[in-house]
């Protein structure tokens, strides 16, 4: 019985959860349920498509500071070209509760990306429910200073089902919505187009792969050659860019989007 009366506070917010489905307050009350069983830091909520920005739909504990305003206009430049979880519902990803560590790339965590902007904007580590929708994917993004360790990731997964589930319901029970305008920012190709470098194909998927913090092994095996000729496609990457390294490269080609 003292166990139970323990875990009152879950139930009583589970109730909640059930209650809103279907209407404004369903996000609040699920994050706010997470957070008995998880400590959180940050909270989101968007739906994202393959070569169409994300729609951030609900931005939890924004302070609505000029700083956080502009990462996220950042993000939506085109920041997002090197967000795993975008990348992995762009190529497909199946229902469920996915780490960063599942869908990043093997040197992602070293990456300038994660260094100087992620880290700022989420945290050190993020978990995503995301179900597949019409449309794209729609993920609820929950973002921590501090990485997730296995109990609180055995906690979260132990209540998967249920919070997919109401998620599904939830969208199913919202009104049509339209079409509204989507911005297209493209891809990286697009954005280092900019620069008439005369990058050759090889060489812009060099680059995408070294923003997004693939080590030279895993270019290799990605691109299906050597890593020899991975270092030949970076050095001339970098000669006709004018950058010594992976950090000038993404000061170059994305930091202007959060100026």
Known sequence: MDALLQELPVHQSLARVFASIGQDTFWRALVDTLRLLVPLDNALVALMSAGQTPQLLIDFDSKGGADEQKELAGYCAGMYLLDPFYQAAATGIADGLHSLASVAPDQFLHSEYYQSYFRSVVGEDELQFMINVEGGVLGLSLGRL????????GRLLCVRDW????????????????????????????????????????????????????SSKAMAQQMGISPETVKVHRRNLYQKLNVNGHGELFALVLRPLTA
């Open 146 to 153: 501090q990485a997730f360790d296995l109990a609180e990731q």
């Open 163 to 214: 919070v997919l589930a109401a998620m599904r319901r939830h969208v199913q029970l919202l009104p049509p919505q339209g079409s509204g305008v989507e911005t297209v920012v493209g891809d990286l190709a697009t954005l280092l187009d900019r620069f008439d470098a005369r990058l050759t194909a090889r060489e812009i998927d060099t680059a995408r792969l070294i923003l997004q913090g693939f």
